[in-house]
């Protein structure tokens, strides 16, 4: 039995590893370029969730009583691949396919469950009603199957989101668990002043559980608000305060890094700082 | 089972086509225990309150959300279920147009996704409600099958012929309660198969939905007035067809589509496209709802607002008939 301790360990080394790997393949991705900003501000969480929380089995990826994951800001797939690969989904070789003609992981997810891929993704708005139609099929055929939906804040802005998140409610699934990434920026600007949204009040009053995580970076306080008592017929929805970009100092809180091609002298900058962070460690 | 045999298919037509499908439904469910129904509050008029009576774990209501009806009934597809998901037509496919697209579009989710009271069966109820673009729209997404009824009992085999086929089907429901008979006798109904209702020299009529019995009205009218046609019940419009197309396009002069939808991108669209590639063909002339938004009215006043009943139909082909010879 791997104690807790073990499991955040593993986590902060893998999420390390992710970083690495996020970086390597933006450079892959060339001229196309690709979402750096949202996919480094999940990191954590994918980390947490793939290597500490979800029951998955990598050799199996279609074992029926899975945790499944769905990853509705689909952009943020920096950090989905990567973890993909930590929980050994995927191959290496595989993720170093991403983003070219012909591969199996483009810019955006699109459904593959061999490679773990429960959910095709890019549209914003849509994946909530997916995983909250497989949260109910998981209680109605008494499953123990878990089901997580990582959203964006900016993401919040569709009206599609509180359709499905008032009906959550309605269906009392306490095996759904969605993540908000709150990284405070979106396309065009901070979320605040684009579309200020009071999410925990809003989340608060459709009835959901309101789990705030202050620092989405720190394994610890994400490990633990993963691990609190189920509340029997609630939702939870875990908001977790992100940095866009977290971890690459020159693209931290800028949102020129939503998407943006990388150099090469930048990629080496931004490995060279990930790797003194964890020589700190 | 469904059986179709002329008591049943009286029955069928007094329920109307949203009855009709409740009914079949119902019955296909009692032997195929992946069946679930979900609508989007639209349970009592999609026929489905015996439905949920007898099989309350297999039907759900997701309220007044339509998108959010579309992705559920998706990943229920991909657990293994298999849902027939049910509002007004311009709701299912158009208020929930993108969760179309991507789920049952991009994703193949073996959705079923059932328009009901398209055309002008809303009456009164006036444009908001008025199915006149969905064929369009769903012929434009990638990978989805349309079926378009001609009656209440080819509702029943649309229902089933969709139940069996593993993939995403739109199903589109016109006219109304104790609509006109075109099937009494049991018939062969094949997604792709268009049927052939009478055969003649001159003309091909090219019908779907309400539209198939109008043109066989109208045919009784045109063969009095010395024109003979061919009807066909184009009850699949995607995949269309094309060899049946082809094969009449040969032998006569003039094409005629006919449907309650928009004269642009429907039955008559796809025809055109396909009949568009071809050195010579005959000329097409497009029957259906004009290409603007009029004032409400009943039923039966919408058709007539737009040339749909049989004389008129029958007026406007012989017109373009006697230009042509």
Known sequence: MITKTEKIIMCRKAAFQMRKDALSMALLSGSNGSHLGGGLSIIEIMAVLYCGIMNIRPEDPRWKDRDIFILSKGHATLGYYTALKAAKIISEEQLFKFEQNGGLLPGQPSLNLDLGIEYSSGTLGLGLSYGIGLAIVSKKMNKASKVFVLLGDGECNEGSIWEAAMSATHFNLSNLTVIIDCNSLQSDGKTHDILDLQLENMWKGFGWEVVIVNDGHDITQLFDSFTLPIIEGKPRVIIANTIKGKGVSFMEYNNEWHHNRLSKELFDEAIKEIFKKEALL | ?325
Not at chain 2, 94 to 120: D, I, P, W
Not at chain 2, 130 to 136: H, K, L, M, R, S
Not at chain 2, 234 to 251: F, G, N, Q, R, V
Not at chain 2, 264 to 269: A, D, K, T, V
């Open chain 2, 1 to 325: 089972m469904n059986t179709v045999n002329p008591s049943n298919s009286r029955f069928w037509s007094k329920l109307g086509p949203r009855g009709a499908f409740g009914a079949a439904l119902l019955e296909i469910a009692k032997e195929n225990k992946k069946i679930i129904a979900i609508t989007a509050d639209l349970g009592i008029t999609s026929g489905l309150e015996r439905f949920k009576k007898d099989f309350p774990d297999r039907m759900i209501n997701i309220g007044i959300a339509e998108t959010n009806m579309v992705g559920i009934a998706s990943s229920f597809a991909s657990e293994g279920f298999i849902p027939f998901a049910t509002s007004f037509a311009n709701f299912s496919v158009l208020r929930a147009c993108e969760a179309t697209r991507h789920f049952l579009g991009y994703m193949q989710s073996n959705v079923k996704l059932v328009g009901l009271s398209s055309g002008f069966a809303m009456g009164m109820f006036g444009n908001t409600h008025y199915g006149i673009e969905d064929i369009a729209i769903i012929r434009a997404i990638p990978g989805i099958i349309i079926l378009s009824p001609a009656d209440s009992t080819e509702v029943v085999m649309a229902i089933e012929a969709a139940s069996n086929y593993i993939g995403p089907v739109y199903i589109r429901l016109t006219g109304v309660m104790n609509n006109p008979i075109v099937y009494k006798e049991d018939y062969n109904f094949e997604i792709g198969k268009a049927i052939t209702l009478e055969y003649g020299k001159d003309i091909t009529i090219i019908g779907t939905g309400t539209m198939v019995y109008n043109s066989l009205q109208s045919s009784k009218i045109l063969t009095k007035r010395g024109i003979s046609a061919t009807v066909i019940d184009m009850h699949t419009i995607k995949p269309l067809d094309s060899e049946t197309i082809k094969y009449k396009a040969s032998s006569s002069k003039l094409i005629v589509s006919i449907e309650e939808h928009s004269i642009i991108g429907g039955l008559g669209g796809a025809i055109a496209e396909y009949l568009s590639s071809f050195h010579i063909h005959p000329p097409l002339l497009r029957l259906g709802i004009n290409d603007r938004f009029s004032h409400a009215g009943d039923y039966l006043y919408m058709l007539e607002r737009n040339d749909l009943l049989p004389e008129q139909i029958a007026a406007v082909i012989e017109k373009k008939y006697l230009s042509l010879i």
